[in-house]
């Protein structure tokens, strides 16, 4: 087993454990915030089906987003659409056979990643260029921005610069995933890639990436506009009228 294997693997496992703790972590931490007011954000649908179409508007196309700058969501929604087919396409490395659908949505997921660093660099320029954003944008803001980007970038120059060894990556990640750790191929960008993703997964808990799955808690969001058909009280104050 080389240096290059044993780090990796337990620089990946910690990163995972973070990943998975952090999230959990923060989405009690979500559930458990009570919302005393009535504040869904109008027009607003009056029923939990509306609220749940809203909420899927609000994931699949930013909605609200399209609504208020048609530049940030084209920017976004790209970067958001091809990181998904970016991580679908990854699904190969995991998975053995793979899965039907993943490698029919093989050819459009080669193609994603420079979707998603067309929309990442579109939102970097943003942030520099229009006044109102830059000014209240923190370098953790940029950095984001920078680390997404890099991660695009040298994911992109493996397989259209220098080629990666992709069957014994793969053989790399089925026995992390095993624990039958397999050699891990040298090379300066794989390593690179691997070590961005990482940092990424160390960072996301703690970061203002949290916007994923946050959304799902916003009050603005997931309440229907019902205040005149039900009285609206949140966790707390129930138990406390309960014990009145």
């Not at 790209?78 to 029919?104: C, I, Q």
């Amino acid at each position: 087993m080389t240096a290059a294997t044993f780090i990796y693997a337990l620089l990946l496992y910690a990163a995972a454990a973070v990943l998975a703790g952090g999230l959990a972590h923060r989405i009690y931490v979500y559930a458990r915030t009570p919302a005393p007011l009535k504040i869904p954000t109008t027009p607003a649908p009056t029923t939990k089906g509306g609220v749940a179409l809203r909420l899927l508007r609000e994931v699949v196309l930013f909605e609200s987003l399209f609504k208020s700058s048609l530049w940030t969501w084209a920017c976004g929604w790209l970067f958001h659409a091809g990181l998904a087919l970016v991580l679908v396409r990854h699904l190969r490395y995991f998975t053995e056979p793979v899965w039907g659908w993943v490698a029919w949505l093989q050819p459009f997921g080669a193609y994603a990643g420079f979707a998603m660093a067309a929309g990442l660099a579109g939102l970097g320029v943003r942030r520099m260029a229009v006044a109102r954003v830059r000014y209240i944008s923190t370098p953790s803001d940029h950095l984001m921005l920078a680390l997404l980007l890099a991660i695009a970038v040298s994911g992109l120059a493996m397989k259209y610069v220098t080629h990666t060894d992709v069957v014994a990556v793969k053989a790399f990640c089925l026995g992390l995933l095993y624990l039958d750790w397999q050699p891990l191929p040298s090379g300066v960008l794989l390593y690179a890639h691997l070590a961005l993703v990482a940092l990424l997964m160390l960072v996301f808990p703690f970061s203002k990436l949290l916007h994923a799955p946050g959304v799902f808690f916003s009050p603005t969001r997931n309440q229907a506009d019902d205040p005149r058909e039900a009285r609206h009280l949140s966790a707390w104050a129930a138990r406390l009228e309960a014990h009145e």
